[in-house]
Nanobody, 123 residues
Framework: QVQLVESGGGLVQAGGSLRLSCAAS????????MGWYRQAPGKQRELVAA???????NYAASVKGRFTISRDNAKNTVYLQMNKLKPEDTANYYC?????????????????WGQGTQVTVSS
């Protein structure tokens, strides 16, 4: 079993900050790319930010300069520091990870998602 557990969402006023965390646990051999996606009501899920195992990052244009993604490989955890939040950042935020798991003699690479954490930014 491999699972991703997110935390850190909540309600914040425009201009405020939040920090999301996502910890991977279970039968993990290694983790490749990790990322954060978000989905607002009536909209498609979109990539917010991603980070490779080596630390290279990629951001959506709408969050560049305001959000920072980072990871702690020793803790199998990815973070999203969100500053200068805007009402349009309101969404359910999902953690995603490309994980190689191991079960006995079986090694399998798969894509995992967290359960989501709600971020609401009031104007």
């Amino acid at each position: 079993q491999v699972q991703l557990v997110e935390s850190g969402g909540g309600l914040v006023q425009a201009g405020g900050s939040l920090r999301l965390s996502c910890a991977a646990s279970g039968n993990i051999r290694s983790i490749n790319d990790m990322g954060w996606y978000r989905q607002a009501p009536g909209k498609q899920r979109e990539l917010v930010a991603a980070i490779t195992s080596g630390g290279s990052t990629n951001y959506a244009a709408s969050v560049k300069g305001r959000f920072t993604i980072s990871r702690d490989n020793a803790k199998n955890t990815v973070y999203l520091q969100m500053n200068k939040l805007k009402p349009e950042d309101t969404a359910n935020y999902y953690c995603n990870a490309d994980i190689i798991g191991v079960w006995g003699m079986t090694v399998k690479r798969d894509d995992y998602w967290g359960q989501g954490t709600q971020v609401t930014v009031s104007s």
